[in-house]
């Protein structure tokens, strides 16, 4: 991702654009290896009331995590990547409205329930905001999926 187009971009938004930051991840086995990618969007609804654009990147990583239904630490490295990415835009997102989205589904019946506390948590700790999750999380859950499937096909 390009984050001097993405910081033209929002700058020359106005004040009313509402910014979105979101991220999904997948795990697959490759050649006896596991690996993740990793999908990282910011979504800009231009005026808060008009269409969005969205800017994002995938990235591959191995995927350590021992427990395939219970994957906390490549959800942390998903949580991680996207506090990331708000830092590195706070700067011109400024008075914008903005929100973090994770993907993550509090429910016990899911996998990534696991790190709800945690990931909710860090999120707030270091971007001093509390994140959107599952189902109300459409730029991690929709966007960043898609993207990741667009880009990693």
């Avoid at 008075?95 to 996998?111: F, Q």
């Avoid at 945690?118 to 993207?147: E, H, L, W």
């Amino acid at each position: 991702m390009d984050l001097d187009k993405v910081k033209d971009y929002i700058l020359n938004c106005s004040k009313e654009s509402k910014i979105y930051i979101g991220g999904d991840s997948e795990r697959f086995l490759h050649k006896e290896t596991w690996y993740a990618d990793y999908a990282t969007v910011v979504v800009i609804h231009v005026d808060g009331n008009k269409g969005c654009k969205i800017f994002g990147e995938v990235s591959r990583e191995r995927d350590y995590d021992q427990k395939v239904g219970r994957p906390s630490l490549r959800l942390m490295n998903e949580v991680t990547k996207v506090a990331n990415l708000y830092y590195r835009l706070a700067d011109v997102i400024g008075d914008r409205p903005c929100e973090i989205h994770l993907d993550i589904n509090p429910d016990d019946r899911y996998g990534s329930s696991c790190v709800v506390t945690q990931a909710v948590g860090y999120i707030m700790g270091t971007c001093n905001m509390r994140p959107k999750i599952k189902p109300n999380a459409f730029a991690a859950s929709i966007a960043a999926d898609r993207f990741k499937d667009i880009v990693a096909a």
